[in-house]
């Protein structure tokens, strides 16, 4: 067997655990990180998730935002209303639906949302080790597949 050759389930489930426990262990730092930077620019966790979202698909609802990210709508709400009280985000009408507007960025959102991507991008580049387009690729794939696999969890 070869490093290219795709592992048995037996040996495949020990090394996914492996990846797992990384995973856990980087949410946590980043989260702390995250938090850090929020000295700098006034922006949570919870708040920089949906000002990445709407900057990255546009307007949104609360309840899309909630099932894009696998979070309770109640959570996201919680988010929305904390970046509306900071002037990032704001609610337009919804010609789909009355009843649950569409969430946007304002100009103020979209300057502190680039501002933080800004910092992080910075802070990823400096990662050294030598990365490869393929190493990136392996892990992109890994953590998606591992992302479908989960896709039926439930978190409203």
Not at 16 to 36: C, D, F, I, M, S
């Amino acid at each position: 067997m070869t490093v290219d050759d795709p592992l048995p389930p037996d040996e495949l489930a020990p090394r996914l655990a492996e990846v797992h426990l990384l995973v856990g262990l980087l949410y946590r730092r980043a989260l702390r990180k995250v938090k850090l930077g929020e000295e700098i620019e006034g922006v949570g966790a919870g708040v920089r998730a949906v000002l990445d979202m709407l900057r990255l698909n546009g307007p949104m609802t609360v309840p899309q935002m909630g099932r894009a990210q696998a979070l309770s709508r109640q959570f996201v709400q919680r988010m929305v209303n904390d970046a509306a009280g900071l002037g990032h985000v704001e609610a337009v009408p919804n010609p789909a639906h009355r009843r649950s507007s569409l969430i946007q960025l304002t100009d103020d959102g979209r300057a502190a949302i680039g501002a933080v991507i800004a910092r992080e991008h910075g802070l990823l580049g400096q990662i050294g080790g030598g990365l490869t387009q393929a190493d990136v690729d392996g892990c992109v794939k890994v953590l998606s597949m591992r992302l479908d696999t989960l896709s039926d969890v439930d978190m409203d």
